[in-house]
Protein backbone atom coordinates (compact mmCIF):
# COMPACT_ATOMS: atom_id res chain seq x y z
CA UNK A 1 0.00 0.00 0.00
CA UNK A 2 1.32 3.40 -0.70
CA UNK A 3 -0.94 5.25 1.52
CA UNK A 4 0.55 6.78 3.75
CA UNK A 5 0.22 6.68 7.82
CA UNK A 6 0.87 9.88 9.55
CA UNK A 7 1.73 9.22 13.23
CA UNK A 8 0.11 9.95 16.40
CA UNK A 9 2.46 12.76 17.15
CA UNK A 10 1.93 14.65 13.86
CA UNK A 11 -2.29 13.84 14.74
CA UNK A 12 -1.92 15.41 18.92
CA UNK A 13 0.24 18.24 17.16
CA UNK A 14 -2.82 19.07 14.83
CA UNK A 15 -5.39 18.50 17.30
CA UNK A 16 -3.82 20.79 19.89
CA UNK A 17 -2.90 23.60 17.52
CA UNK A 18 -6.60 23.20 15.94
CA UNK A 19 -7.57 23.99 19.64
CA UNK A 20 -5.38 26.78 20.52
CA UNK A 21 -6.28 28.83 17.16
CA UNK A 22 -10.30 28.32 18.27
CA UNK A 23 -9.42 30.12 21.61
CA UNK A 24 -7.46 32.62 19.89
CA UNK A 25 -9.99 33.50 17.40
CA UNK A 26 -13.06 33.59 19.89
CA UNK A 27 -10.43 35.99 22.03
CA UNK A 28 -8.99 38.15 19.63
CA UNK A 29 -13.19 38.81 18.46
CA UNK A 30 -13.38 40.53 22.01
CA UNK A 31 -10.32 43.22 20.67
CA UNK A 32 -10.94 46.16 19.00
CA UNK A 33 -9.32 45.32 15.49
CA UNK A 34 -11.59 47.80 13.32
CA UNK A 35 -12.10 46.10 9.79
CA UNK A 36 -9.26 43.92 10.55
CA UNK A 37 -11.40 41.41 13.11
CA UNK A 38 -13.24 39.78 9.98
CA UNK A 39 -9.80 39.47 8.47
CA UNK A 40 -8.28 37.70 11.41
CA UNK A 41 -11.26 35.68 11.78
CA UNK A 42 -10.75 34.60 8.40
CA UNK A 43 -6.98 34.17 8.33
CA UNK A 44 -7.00 31.99 11.28
CA UNK A 45 -10.06 29.67 10.07
CA UNK A 46 -8.77 29.26 6.64
CA UNK A 47 -5.19 28.23 8.11
CA UNK A 48 -7.42 25.68 10.66
CA UNK A 49 -8.96 24.68 7.27
CA UNK A 50 -5.10 24.19 5.50
CA UNK A 51 -3.99 22.21 8.45
CA UNK A 52 -7.60 19.88 8.63
CA UNK A 53 -7.07 19.23 4.69
CA UNK A 54 -3.19 18.73 4.59
CA UNK A 55 -2.46 16.45 7.64
CA UNK A 56 -6.02 15.19 8.73
CA UNK A 57 -7.61 14.53 5.08
CA UNK A 58 -4.22 13.81 3.70
CA UNK A 59 -3.97 15.64 1.10
CA UNK A 60 -0.56 16.33 1.71
CA UNK A 61 0.41 12.80 1.33
CA UNK A 62 -1.99 11.75 -1.07
CA UNK A 63 0.16 10.36 -4.08
CA UNK A 64 -2.80 10.27 -6.91
CA UNK A 65 -2.52 13.75 -8.51
CA UNK A 66 -6.02 13.93 -9.53
CA UNK A 67 -7.05 14.28 -5.55
CA UNK A 68 -4.73 17.23 -5.48
CA UNK A 69 -6.82 18.97 -9.11
CA UNK A 70 -10.25 17.77 -7.61
CA UNK A 71 -9.27 19.95 -4.47
CA UNK A 72 -7.77 22.74 -6.14
CA UNK A 73 -10.61 22.91 -8.56
CA UNK A 74 -13.20 22.73 -6.18
CA UNK A 75 -11.74 26.17 -4.61
CA UNK A 76 -11.19 27.60 -7.58
CA UNK A 77 -15.04 27.79 -8.72
CA UNK A 78 -15.97 28.28 -4.86
CA UNK A 79 -13.49 31.58 -5.46
CA UNK A 80 -14.68 32.65 -8.82
CA UNK A 81 -18.86 32.29 -7.25
CA UNK A 82 -17.80 34.49 -4.10
CA UNK A 83 -15.45 36.32 -5.83
CA UNK A 84 -17.61 37.56 -8.91
CA UNK A 85 -20.58 37.81 -6.89
CA UNK A 86 -18.85 39.83 -4.57
CA UNK A 87 -17.40 41.93 -6.96
CA UNK A 88 -20.61 42.74 -8.57
CA UNK A 89 -22.92 43.24 -5.18
CA UNK A 90 -20.53 45.50 -3.44
CA UNK A 91 -19.84 47.87 -6.33
CA UNK A 92 -23.79 48.33 -7.42
CA UNK A 93 -24.32 52.07 -7.30
CA UNK A 94 -28.07 52.22 -5.96
CA UNK B 1 -14.69 -18.38 -12.11
CA UNK B 2 -14.09 -21.73 -9.37
CA UNK B 3 -12.70 -23.73 -11.89
CA UNK B 4 -10.31 -21.30 -13.66
CA UNK B 5 -6.62 -21.22 -12.16
CA UNK B 6 -6.49 -17.72 -11.74
CA UNK B 7 -9.54 -18.94 -8.83
CA UNK B 8 -6.39 -20.22 -6.97
CA UNK B 9 -4.43 -17.11 -6.40
CA UNK B 10 -5.16 -15.46 -3.15
CA UNK B 11 -6.87 -11.99 -3.38
CA UNK B 12 -8.76 -9.70 -1.11
CA UNK B 13 -12.11 -10.51 -0.48
CA UNK B 14 -12.71 -7.00 -0.78
CA UNK B 15 -11.78 -6.91 -4.16
CA UNK B 16 -14.35 -6.10 -6.80
CA UNK B 17 -13.68 -7.58 -9.86
CA UNK B 18 -13.44 -4.24 -12.27
CA UNK B 19 -10.75 -3.32 -10.03
CA UNK B 20 -6.76 -4.62 -10.93
CA UNK B 21 -5.85 -4.23 -7.84
CA UNK B 22 -6.59 -2.81 -4.31
CA UNK B 23 -4.43 0.07 -4.25
CA UNK B 24 -6.44 0.86 -8.07
CA UNK B 25 -9.82 0.07 -5.82
CA UNK B 26 -8.47 2.28 -3.43
CA UNK B 27 -7.33 5.23 -5.69
CA UNK B 28 -10.76 4.96 -7.78
CA UNK B 29 -12.78 5.43 -4.06
CA UNK B 30 -10.93 8.15 -2.88
CA UNK B 31 -11.46 9.92 -6.12
CA UNK B 32 -14.84 9.66 -5.87
CA UNK B 33 -15.26 10.71 -2.75
CA UNK B 34 -12.93 14.07 -3.36
CA UNK B 35 -15.10 14.71 -6.20
CA UNK B 36 -18.42 14.47 -4.13
CA UNK B 37 -16.88 16.66 -1.54
CA UNK B 38 -16.25 19.11 -4.35
CA UNK B 39 -19.86 19.43 -4.92
CA UNK B 40 -20.53 19.51 -1.33
CA UNK B 41 -18.22 22.47 -1.38
CA UNK B 42 -20.47 24.20 -4.08
CA UNK B 43 -23.35 23.62 -2.38
CA UNK B 44 -22.54 25.05 1.31
CA UNK B 45 -20.76 27.94 -1.28
CA UNK B 46 -24.08 29.19 -2.43
CA UNK B 47 -24.98 29.47 1.14
CA UNK B 48 -21.91 31.43 1.79
CA UNK B 49 -22.34 33.53 -0.82
CA UNK B 50 -25.64 34.61 0.11
CA UNK B 51 -24.12 35.07 3.87
CA UNK B 52 -21.68 37.17 2.27
CA UNK B 53 -23.89 39.63 0.44
CA UNK B 54 -26.44 39.97 2.94
CA UNK B 55 -23.65 40.75 5.48
CA UNK B 56 -22.66 43.26 3.12
CA UNK B 57 -26.20 45.20 3.33
CA UNK B 58 -27.30 44.42 6.56
CA UNK B 59 -24.09 44.77 8.66
CA UNK B 60 -25.63 46.10 11.78
CA UNK B 61 -28.38 43.55 12.15
CA UNK B 62 -25.91 41.05 11.29
CA UNK B 63 -24.25 42.23 14.59
CA UNK B 64 -26.77 42.49 16.41
CA UNK B 65 -28.13 38.92 15.57
CA UNK B 66 -24.53 37.51 15.79
CA UNK B 67 -24.04 39.38 19.65
CA UNK B 68 -27.40 37.02 20.44
CA UNK B 69 -26.29 33.81 19.96
CA UNK B 70 -24.23 32.11 22.73
CA UNK B 71 -20.67 32.33 22.54
CA UNK B 72 -19.92 30.37 25.24
CA UNK B 73 -21.39 27.30 23.62
CA UNK B 74 -20.43 28.02 19.65
CA UNK B 75 -16.96 27.87 20.64
CA UNK B 76 -17.32 24.70 22.86
CA UNK B 77 -19.21 22.85 19.47
CA UNK B 78 -16.29 23.71 17.72
CA UNK B 79 -13.34 22.42 20.18
CA UNK B 80 -16.06 19.50 20.51
CA UNK B 81 -15.76 19.02 16.82
CA UNK B 82 -11.95 19.10 16.45
CA UNK B 83 -11.55 16.58 19.52
CA UNK B 84 -13.66 14.41 16.91
CA UNK B 85 -11.67 14.74 14.31
CA UNK B 86 -8.69 14.12 16.18
CA UNK B 87 -10.64 10.69 17.13
CA UNK B 88 -11.75 10.31 13.42
CA UNK B 89 -7.98 10.16 12.66
CA UNK B 90 -6.82 7.86 14.95
CA UNK B 91 -9.45 5.43 14.42
CA UNK B 92 -8.33 5.20 10.56
CA UNK B 93 -4.97 5.09 11.73
CA UNK B 94 -6.09 2.06 14.12
CA UNK B 95 -7.41 0.46 10.95
CA UNK B 96 -4.09 1.14 8.96
CA UNK B 97 -2.12 -0.94 11.84
CA UNK B 98 -4.44 -3.26 12.07
CA UNK B 99 -5.93 -2.44 15.80
CA UNK B 100 -9.33 -3.56 16.45
CA UNK B 101 -9.68 -2.51 19.67
CA UNK B 102 -8.13 0.79 19.04
CA UNK B 103 -10.49 1.45 16.24
CA UNK B 104 -13.86 0.60 17.98
CA UNK B 105 -12.76 2.78 20.54
CA UNK B 106 -11.67 5.97 18.34
CA UNK B 107 -15.47 5.17 16.78
CA UNK B 108 -17.33 5.35 19.55
CA UNK B 109 -15.65 8.46 20.57
CA UNK B 110 -16.27 10.11 17.70
CA UNK B 111 -20.21 9.24 17.51
CA UNK B 112 -20.03 10.47 21.43
CA UNK B 113 -18.77 13.67 20.26
CA UNK B 114 -21.12 13.96 17.44
CA UNK B 115 -23.94 13.55 19.52
CA UNK B 116 -22.40 16.14 22.16
CA UNK B 117 -22.39 18.78 19.39
CA UNK B 118 -25.79 17.82 18.29
CA UNK B 119 -27.27 17.65 21.57
CA UNK B 120 -25.25 21.47 22.20
CA UNK B 121 -26.50 22.64 18.89
CA UNK B 122 -30.53 21.53 20.40
CA UNK B 123 -30.41 23.48 23.28
CA UNK B 124 -29.20 26.78 20.91
CA UNK B 125 -32.19 26.25 18.79
CA UNK B 126 -34.20 25.40 21.80
CA UNK B 127 -33.56 28.77 23.32
CA UNK B 128 -33.65 30.53 19.69
CA UNK B 129 -37.62 29.06 19.66
CA UNK B 130 -38.28 30.45 23.08
CA UNK B 131 -36.59 33.71 21.93
CA UNK B 132 -39.21 34.32 19.12
CA UNK B 133 -35.73 34.15 16.70
CA UNK B 134 -37.01 31.70 14.22
CA UNK B 135 -37.80 33.53 11.07
CA UNK B 136 -41.69 33.18 10.22
CA UNK B 137 -45.21 35.25 11.72
CA UNK B 138 -43.95 35.16 15.33
CA UNK B 139 -39.89 36.75 14.46
CA UNK B 140 -39.32 39.32 17.25
CA UNK B 141 -35.91 40.51 17.62
CA UNK B 142 -35.19 43.14 20.27
CA UNK B 143 -31.61 43.06 20.04
CA UNK B 144 -29.68 45.94 19.73
CA UNK B 145 -26.51 46.81 16.98
CA UNK B 146 -23.52 47.11 19.16
CA UNK B 147 -22.34 50.42 19.88
CA UNK B 148 -25.65 51.81 18.54
CA UNK B 149 -28.27 51.28 21.60
CA UNK B 150 -31.25 53.46 20.65
CA UNK B 151 -31.35 52.63 17.43
CA UNK B 152 -34.18 50.12 16.35
CA UNK B 153 -32.85 47.67 14.52
CA UNK B 154 -34.98 46.70 10.77
CA UNK B 155 -36.76 43.31 12.01
CA UNK B 156 -36.80 42.11 8.22
CA UNK B 157 -33.20 42.47 7.80
CA UNK B 158 -32.72 40.53 11.36
CA UNK B 159 -34.74 38.06 10.15
CA UNK B 160 -32.48 37.80 7.00
CA UNK B 161 -30.14 36.72 9.66
CA UNK B 162 -31.30 34.45 11.38
CA UNK B 163 -32.95 32.76 8.33
CA UNK B 164 -28.94 32.25 7.30
CA UNK B 165 -28.05 31.27 10.07
CA UNK B 166 -30.68 28.62 10.47
CA UNK B 167 -30.36 27.39 7.28
CA UNK B 168 -26.54 26.90 7.19
CA UNK B 169 -26.59 25.55 11.32
CA UNK B 170 -29.55 23.61 9.93
CA UNK B 171 -27.92 22.03 6.69
CA UNK B 172 -24.55 21.58 8.99
CA UNK B 173 -26.51 19.90 11.34
CA UNK B 174 -28.25 17.49 9.07
CA UNK B 175 -24.88 16.85 7.79
CA UNK B 176 -23.66 15.81 11.16
CA UNK B 177 -26.70 13.31 11.39
CA UNK B 178 -25.57 11.93 8.26
CA UNK B 179 -22.12 11.21 9.83
CA UNK B 180 -23.25 9.99 12.55
CA UNK B 181 -25.42 7.53 10.79
CA UNK B 182 -22.61 6.52 8.96
CA UNK B 183 -19.78 6.20 12.00
CA UNK B 184 -22.56 3.85 13.53
CA UNK B 185 -22.73 1.37 10.14
CA UNK B 186 -18.58 1.96 10.41
CA UNK B 187 -18.48 1.18 14.59
CA UNK B 188 -20.68 -2.04 13.52
CA UNK B 189 -18.74 -3.31 11.16
CA UNK B 190 -15.54 -2.54 12.82
CA UNK B 191 -16.33 -4.27 15.71
CA UNK B 192 -17.04 -7.17 13.28
CA UNK B 193 -13.12 -6.65 11.99
CA UNK B 194 -14.23 -5.83 8.84
CA UNK B 195 -11.50 -3.27 8.35
CA UNK B 196 -7.98 -4.29 8.14
CA UNK B 197 -4.80 -2.56 6.91
CA UNK B 198 -5.21 -4.06 3.94
CA UNK B 199 -9.03 -2.88 3.49
CA UNK B 200 -10.40 0.28 5.13
CA UNK B 201 -11.49 2.51 2.68
CA UNK B 202 -15.24 3.12 3.93
CA UNK B 203 -13.26 4.02 7.30
CA UNK B 204 -10.81 6.71 5.12
CA UNK B 205 -14.22 7.63 2.45
CA UNK B 206 -16.45 8.58 5.33
CA UNK B 207 -13.59 10.12 7.67
CA UNK B 208 -13.09 12.75 4.48
CA UNK B 209 -16.40 13.67 4.91
CA UNK B 210 -16.15 14.21 8.61
CA UNK B 211 -13.52 16.70 8.05
CA UNK B 212 -15.39 18.09 5.78
CA UNK B 213 -18.36 18.72 7.80
CA UNK B 214 -15.58 19.69 10.71
CA UNK B 215 -13.92 22.48 8.32
CA UNK B 216 -17.68 24.48 7.52
CA UNK B 217 -17.91 24.32 11.26
CA UNK B 218 -14.51 26.50 11.32
CA UNK B 219 -15.96 29.16 9.14
CA UNK B 220 -19.32 29.19 10.53
CA UNK B 221 -18.21 29.80 14.16
CA UNK B 222 -16.29 33.01 13.43
CA UNK B 223 -19.02 34.33 10.32
CA UNK B 224 -21.93 33.37 12.50
CA UNK B 225 -21.17 33.81 16.54
CA UNK B 226 -18.49 36.69 16.19
CA UNK B 227 -19.55 39.60 14.52
CA UNK B 228 -18.43 42.93 15.93
CA UNK B 229 -18.63 41.27 19.56
CA UNK B 230 -16.03 44.12 20.58
CA UNK B 231 -17.32 46.24 23.22
Redesign the interface.
Known sequence: ???Y??S?KT??A??LT??VL??V??GI?????GPF??IV??V??TF??LL??LI??HVKY?S?R??KV??I???F??LL??GL??AD??TRLL | MADSPMAVEQHNPALQHHFADMEQQRQASSLGMWLFLATEIMFFGGMFCAYLIYRYWYYPEFAAGSNSLDITLGTVNTAVLICSSLTVVLAVHAAQLGKRQAQVIYLALTLVLGLAFLGVKGIEWTSKFKEHHIPGPSFHFEGAVPGHPDEPVDQRHAQIFFSLYFAMTGMHALHMVIGVGVFSYLLYYAWKGRYTPDYHTPLENSGLYWHFVDIIWIYLFPLLYLIDRKK
Request: aromatic share 10%; proline share 0%; glycine share 2%.
Open positions: MSEIVVNVVWLLTGTAAFIDLNTALIAKAVTFMAELVVVSALFLLLSLYT
